[in-house]
């Protein structure tokens, strides 16, 4: 681990405080290493994952001998000196071709990981579209079953989604939504025993034309690169390490109002309770809603009479 040294000047210590925690957490930096042994395939897929990554990236032109399931100090050793979240490490040898080690950082220490092989690819200058703009923000889209159901699916989701989310954003201009990745697997069997369906991995760009109404009509054109994965060793996170990591501070926690609530619809309900009104004082004299009109004076009037007559007549009898 790096010692923790006091900074000797004021850029220093923008550079310490630019890593400290922080209540929302930006776009994380990946590293895009290669091992030892590497083929030329697995070294142009780092290259076009590093340009769907950037400027949010660090690629590693050396090569490393780095085993990270067996050993992972190194890697949380580049995770600190670059102040970086996310690896992409990348191997070929016989027993897994054209690999890539998928590695999560929480506190410059290793949370997750997951090996996927490169089984097909089309490379980005294969396309005759108009390149990503760096720090673009994409959407994400996952089709099939599994990534809601099977674990090892849960994990690629999640993992695909914390690489690419980007920096957080308040307002959005559709003119913005320039590209959207597609990640598409078949659904899983409960059998341990038979292998998972490969993840299709593909990136879209997007093409806003005119239409009769007030929205744009919207269409896509593939723009690479085009990866189909097969999954080989995963890693998952430890249950207390994660529960950490997924801590969230108690300012960003919201508040809970007394009486109001929210229905099915989404619709905010509120409970407002009222004290017992006494409307014995309550003025109605000039309210043209409550005032009696001549005829129904006369009425009264008219019935009063009548029962005062008939009280004369029972007291007569009497």
Do not use: C
């Amino acid at each position: 681990m790096l010692r923790q040294v006091k900074p000797k000047n004021a850029r220093t210590k923008r550079v310490m405080d630019k890593r400290e925690p922080k209540l929302l957490e930006g776009a994380k930096i990946a590293l895009f290493l290669r091992g030892n042994a590497t083929s030329q395939l697995v070294v142009d897929v780092l290259h076009d994952l590093h340009s769907l990554k950037k400027p949010f990236a660090v690629n590693f032109q050396k090569k490393n001998s780095l085993l990270p399931f067996e050993d992972s100090s190194s890697l949380e050793f580049f995770s600190e000196k670059n102040d970086a979240g996310l690896a992409v490490f990348a191997t070929h040898n016989k027993k897994r071709p054209h690999n890539l080690a998928w590695i999560r950082f929480f506190d410059y220490h290793v949370l997750d990981m997951i090996e996927l092989g490169v089984v097909d690819y089309k490379p980005i200058s294969s396309f005759h579209t108009v390149p990503i703009v760096p720090g673009t923000k994409p959407m994400m889209l996952f089709q099939g079953p599994s990534f809601d159901s099977h674990p090892v699916f849960r994990h690629v989701k999640s993992l695909f989604l914390d690489f690419f989310r980007g920096e957080p954003i308040q307002k959005l201009d559709s003119a913005g939504l320039s590209h959207v990745i597609v990640v598409s697997a078949g659904e899983a069997s409960d059998d341990e025993t038979q292998p998972l369906p490969k993840v299709n991995f593909r990136v879209y760009s997007t093409k806003l034309l005119k239409s009769k109404t007030n929205l744009p009509r919207l269409e896509l054109e593939e723009m690479g690169p085009r990866l189909d994965f097969s999954i080989r060793r995963v890693q998952p996170a430890q249950a207390d390490v994660l529960k950490e990591a997924l801590k969230k501070p108690k300012t960003q926690e919201p508040k809970t109002k007394k009486n109001v609530d929210v229905d099915v619809v989404g619709n905010k309900v509120g409970r407002i309770h009222v004290d017992q009104q006494d409307l014995s004082d309550m003025q109605t004299r000039k309210m043209k809603g409550l005032k009696r009109s001549a005829a129904e004076v006369e009425e009264e009037e008219d019935e009063s009479e009548g029962e005062d007559e008939d009280e004369d007549v029972v007291s007569d009898v009497e």
